[in-house]
């Protein structure tokens, strides 16, 4: 892959849209696609789709037939989830957000496993959440240290993802599922963070439904 | 605003972020910044946040002092929330997801009212969800000719909203706050969509995790 063009984070989120529609596509027996169909598909134009796949090894459409869609769900399978080793994550607040994100992270199809889930309410430590014990945070530390974890998702409010992000940080954490309103990549511009703000897509969408074109 | 650039959407994407951060400003005593304190604290650069501001009416940051807070908050609320009447959304799959996501319609400040929540399953009909009783899905038509809802939340499976948007652009929906893999702007483009692929998000960060350079 030594002379593609390094993929742009944009074209980075792009990939599971492309992983779900050709999954979808083979389940329905089709074996090759072009560039013009899969574009038409995705709402976009066949130029982008050749030059997405381009900044990833050599899958080449065939003039008149098109991508394989086996070839091209092996290279998105291996750019998505490597080896199939799964990134192990930790659950920081386990209220009624955290419980329906937890559901996510332990469907074996995104590439993750839940290892621990933590909170500060009395009220919610010791219960199980998506087969797990929710763990107090003050445990926190004692638990990463022996079982790094790799990747936190914040699902509490802003001032106690600002105070743990540091702390999680600190303790060798690479990855961040971030639905807090914290903005983690300011303070710690090397992390890795996917931001899920739910208030501002509501907003956004807010802006869109009270400035349409008449 | 006749003279001002039409904002893009990654623009509007900006805009429920420039509101958070101006009103954590406000609430500690801030009345006036810089675009370059502004763009430092929001992780962007000086010349952006002039270029945003640009596409929206006269607000114009003075040469030492900066722009007003309390003008930007203004214009942000405009924009945002118009003359402040909510729009009314209903919530389709009243499961563990659209509970969590219900919060956050029903939290005033992001300018919408929850009206009705609608489910296939028997176990959740009659269930109440954030001070609502979940009805059947059956009963949508009548629901929305008789009040008018403008946005759906779509918190079900891909086969589901599929069958479920058709009606609802048929009955005058003209907003989604979409949670499923379908992709309803391919075959609705005039729809106002507002994606959350929590899947596609997971992978992405999965993918970067996984790639990071060494």
Known sequence: ??????????????????????????ASGVTSISSRELASQMGTTASQVRQDFNCFGDVNGRQGIGYSVDTLLDMLEKLLFGNGDRLTAILIGAGR??????????????????????????????????????????????????????????????????????????????????????????????AIVENVHLGDSLMSLGYQMRNQEQ
Request: charged share 20%; net charge positive.
């Open 1 to 26: 892959m030594m002379n593609n063009p390094k993929p742009s984070l944009p074209v980075i989120k792009r990939l599971p849209k492309y992983y779900r529609y050709l999954k979808t596509l083979r």
């Open 97 to 190: 957000l955290g419980k329906a994100v937890s559901r996510f992270i332990t469907t074996d199809t995104n590439g993750y496993k839940l290892i621990a889930a933590f909170d500060s309410s009395p009220a919610e430590i010791g219960k199980t959440i998506s087969g797990i014990q929710i763990r107090s945070v003050d445990e926190l530390e004692a638990f990463c240290r022996a079982s790094h974890p790799q990747v936190a998702v914040l699902c509490l409010p802003r001032e106690g993802a600002q105070e743990v992000s540091g702390r999680l940080m600190n303790l060798g954490i690479e990855g961040f599922w971030n639905f807090s309103h914290y903005d983690l990549s300011v303070a710690f511009p090397h």
